[in-house]
């Protein structure tokens, strides 16, 4: 049973803007954080921006200013608008849920549901 689903991935040049979009098909939606990660080739998966159940946001050091991420729980709708893209943020891009503490925002174990990601390249 699909729980979360990406959408949105490409490829862009530099500079360029980019929206991401991942669906829920939890019922439990709006009672839970959600969050994007990226996992680059090699590297280790990386946390992108978490909005929580109640509203606040938190930013990756290495996007913070660049992306933004919203929520609609009505729609059960997670957005990640990307701009000034850079080669670096080439990467899988996976949307993921879960009741997390907050010193575990970055931390990808304390998420129990994850989409099967989708695919962004930055480059000329």
């Known amino acids: 049973q699909v729980q979360l689903a990406e959408s949105g991935g490409g490829l862009v040049q530099p500079g360029g803007s980019l929206r991401l979009s991942c669906t829920s098909s939890q019922g439990t939606f709006g009672r839970r954080d959600v969050a994007w990660f990226r996992q680059g080739v090699g590297k280790d998966r990386e946390f992108v921006a978490q909005r929580r159940r109640d509203g606040h946001t938190y930013y990756g050091e290495a996007v913070k200013g660049r992306f933004i991420i919203s929520r609609d729980n009505t729609r059960r709708t997670i957005d990640l608008q990307m701009n000034n893209l850079k080669p670096e943020d080439t990467a899988v891009y996976y949307c993921?849920?879960?009741?997390?503490?907050?010193?575990?925002?970055?931390?990808?174990?304390?998420?129990?549901?994850w989409g099967p990601g989708t695919q962004v390249t930055v480059s000329s």
């Open positions: 993921a849920s879960g009741v997390v503490s907050l010193s575990r925002t970055r931390d990808a174990t304390g998420y129990d549901y």
